[in-house]
């Protein structure tokens, strides 16, 4: 590892932004916890019951649970998922429900068109 790196703890992260998204209106926070030439990653939390209304997908994306359930659902389809769960993201207008306090790693590559 050089000197230029830093480790960051998902955990304590996750934490830190549940506890904004108890304490905010919407029920949500979020931070950008990885920016490259080809990747985004944001660290994504939803109290429970708050919700990511419709929005359009991303070309090329994943969700991973870190913490808590949360629902992905399309028009045509819903998953049902929890801590340690990996889904690409459908590439279809979707929203993301918190069945409980959770906490997501949103992933997204940048190099494709429409990111």
Do not use: C
């Not at 030439?37 to 070309?59: F, I, K, M, N």
Request: hydrophobic content about 45%; aromatic content about 2%; proline content about 3%.
């Amino acid at each position: 590892m050089t000197d230029d790196q830093t480790v960051l703890n998902l955990t304590a992260l996750s934490t830190e932004l549940l506890d904004k998204a108890r304490a905010s209106h919407s029920g949500r926070a979020a931070k950008g916890i990885f920016v490259g030439a080809y990747l985004r990653q944001a660290l994504l939390t939803l109290s429970a019951g708050s919700e990511l209304a419709d929005h359009d997908s991303p070309p090329e994306a994943t969700l991973q649970v870190l913490r808590g359930e949360v629902r992905l659902a399309t028009a045509d389809d819903s998953w049902e998922l929890s801590e340690g769960d990996l889904i690409a993201i459908p590439s279809q207008r979707h929203s993301v429900t918190a069945l409980s306090d959770a906490a997501s790693i949103l992933t997204i590559r940048t190099d494709v068109a429409g990111a």
